[in-house]
């Protein structure tokens, strides 16, 4: 499809290029995802040390914890727990055998209760996910109609007022947020649940009622843990249309006599939505994070709350996991970004400009 | 009849307090069928005439007065809906970056085709072909899959081409070309001046050509308009303006272009 | 100079952090209690002439809490940011000088940082007891005896605190910092100082670091607010600051006992906070517009 010419320009290769299956564009494309892939690796690597850093700088041997549960224990049977989780051995020993069973996805045992730790996350994986992905549609929802508009008219009143809540919203710790909230909405005027995922007589429910009581309990989690992204976003959302149409080709949108609306959404918004795609990518460890605020004020049984606890249980193997998860998890957000930008922005979907 | 009669036409920016005359008391006529140069150093006004036509600038802080009378019809007063379709339609723009002035996120045909299907009564298919057409006569070849490229992947030349076909895509009267060659190579420079001075003839549109080149000027204008310090100082046939020079400021400016020469074969009108 | 003053945000940060200074100095001589004070007699009474915020479970006087609160906020956030500045600073600046393996190498570890959540890394650090660590520091021969004699002086967690806090904030700096210095980097001054003889040492202290403080500066003050976010945060879940040195944080966290019911315990900390990050925020915002105007 792509004639000889073509393949001169986009390649900037000195042949032609036959007729082919793949199109010129397509392996331009896939050539930078995968730069992109294997420039995580090193950073993967550094996301294991770390973590596995953190349970060897605690003091004391990390099975102190299990052992003061029952200070009866003799000298063989704690000698015994620490060949088990082979502490015994050399430090690099031991991350070696670590990072090989976190690739197989083994994490290892919580030392609270003695259950495979990789268990113990995957049963509160979908509440987390839930609630993320949840409020990441409510800060899109909310923020991205608002900094357009504050655009459309900078300086205005809905852009001077929208300001101030920004400000506001920014500065406002959100625990504390969710305390007004609880006392305001929980306990003052009862309009809504302040902990757990379903209410007391959940057993007893039919399945849409089951789906309605947990969106109702979820409701102020999620509201909370969008809080913090919603000011950030808009404002961003706000300062990238502002410059997106001072550009020349809104002024040649104008000047073809098309409707303002068109302009704007048509011709503006696909350009200033690129930046936020990059932006959501990298707000992913943000929105973990806020998880863990709002899972443990309010009590959801989440990851986020696994955590909180087992940082306060010293449980340093579900610890060790989830920071490494965590890493993870804004690994793959960031990429995801990467390919979302990539795909919607055609320069670089098909490939650097032909020089002059 | 003239096409445009503009009469004392003035623009002033009002930015944090203070006020910035770019235009002052400008007059002068578009005829059907010519081409009209404005010329001036960068600042004398001459491109916010241009947008000013058609109430392109940002009105606050623009603030735009005088008369532009088109026909019956006073531009600068009538209503939106009026002026947008006029703007495309009866007049359209070329400007100076053709880089930045296409949408980068849009097939350079998507663009096309919107404003084919804007302003006449073409729609899809026929549209589509419509827009073939207009980049073949503004000379881009392998037109039919040039539609389905996007801005960055032309070269300036071909980008300023397609521009000018999306211009002429609607047939409008006139045709406000700011500064068109200026960002392009001085071969390209030449090719785009001829493309525009040949659909100029077969089309025979009106051209008001915004530029600080006077050898532009000279190759393909009929009359010419010098402005300085947002007034027009002098106005009247390029022969006449830029050889017999009544004004010291257009003597000026003619004193300090190196390039031209006298002797220069002019590509223009019989 | 004056110019920077007439902007509305910077003047209305501006003025709210300086009486937060005064009141964080002059603490002892505003607070009308002891803020340690126990009164058992007193506990949970709501505003009055004699407590005007009212008191927490223990009977202590709200306000005067709240007024040696500012201090420990404050100093937090400060030294807090100090650090991460000054940490964000040499990465930055090394990463953009050197370039090459140097600068993959730092971004690289820029990148990890930035892709671990930072609560994450914050809880798991702060609840390894690292301060029984830094006590321990203090047998080490020589350094020892200073280290121990500064953490009489300062409680060791607070000194915890800031360090962590400071080392999760360092990366934007180092970003920005990196990035101006590679822009700069091209710049004609740059190699008319080389030929002049200019060692690299000097060039980048004395001619690069100085015009890429701008955005540095911005990103401190508002980073100030976060520390001070984070530090309430840390306090409020009982890792940062521990009663009983008040810290609006904990003070949320005692008042969690009496939610519905003792609502000064609630709303007062909370508003501390809002008010003194919004002013960093306002005050960093406002130098950021007043610099890009420039």
Redesign the interface.
Known sequence: MWSAECGVRSTGLSFPIPHSPFRIRDIVMASYLIRRVLGFVPVLFLITVISFGIMHLAPGKPTDAAMSFNPKVSLEARQRLEKLYGLDRPLHVQYAQWLSRTARVDFGRSFLDDRPVTEKIVERLPITLTINVCSLLLILGIAIPLGVTAAVRPGRWFDRVSTVFVFIGYSTPSFWLALFCIALFGVTLRWLPISGVHSLDYEAFGSVHRWLDMGWHLILPVGIAAFGGLAGISRFMRSSMVEVLQQDYIRTARAKGLPERRVLFHHGLRNGLLPVITILGLSVPDLIGGAVIAETIFSIPGMGRLFYEAVMARDYPVVMALVTIGGVLTMLGNFFADVAYAYADPRIRVGAAESR | MPLLKIEELSVAYRREGRSTQAVAGVSFTIEPGEIIALVGESGCGKSSVALALTRLLPMPPAFVSGRVMMGHTSLLDAPEETLRAIRGGVISYVFQEPATSLNPVLTVGEQLVEAIELHTASRGGQAKRLAIEWLRRVGISSAEERLGAYPHEFSGGMQQRAMIAMALAAQPSLLVADEPTTALDVTIQVQILRLLRDLQRTLNLSVLLISHDLMVVERIAHRVGVMAAGKLVELGPVAQVLHQPGHPHTQQLLRYRSMMTLNRTRETHD | MPRLFRNRMVLAGGVVLVLLAVVAVFAPWLAPHDPLGVNLADALLPPSAAYPLGTDPLGRDVLSRLIFGTRISLVIGCIAVGISVVVGMAVGALAGFYGGWVDAVLM??V???????????L???I????A??LL?LGRLPLVGGLIAGLLRVVDPQIVILMAAIGLMSWMGVARLVRAEILSLKEREFVLAARVIGCSSWRLITRHLLPNAMAPVLVSATLGV?GAI?LE??LS??GLGVQPPTPSWGNI?NEG?VA??VA?WL?LS??VC??VT??SF??LG?GIREWLERQ
Do not use: C, K
Not at chain 3, 127 to 130: G, K
């Open positions: 690289r570890l990148d990890t940082l930035l892709s671990i959540p930072t609560i994450f890394l809880l798991a650090i609840a390894m007891d690292p029984e660590q321990q607010g976010l309430s945060l409020y879940l949320l969690r939610l519905g609502w609630t900390p909370g906070i809002l990050v919004l925020n306002l915002e």
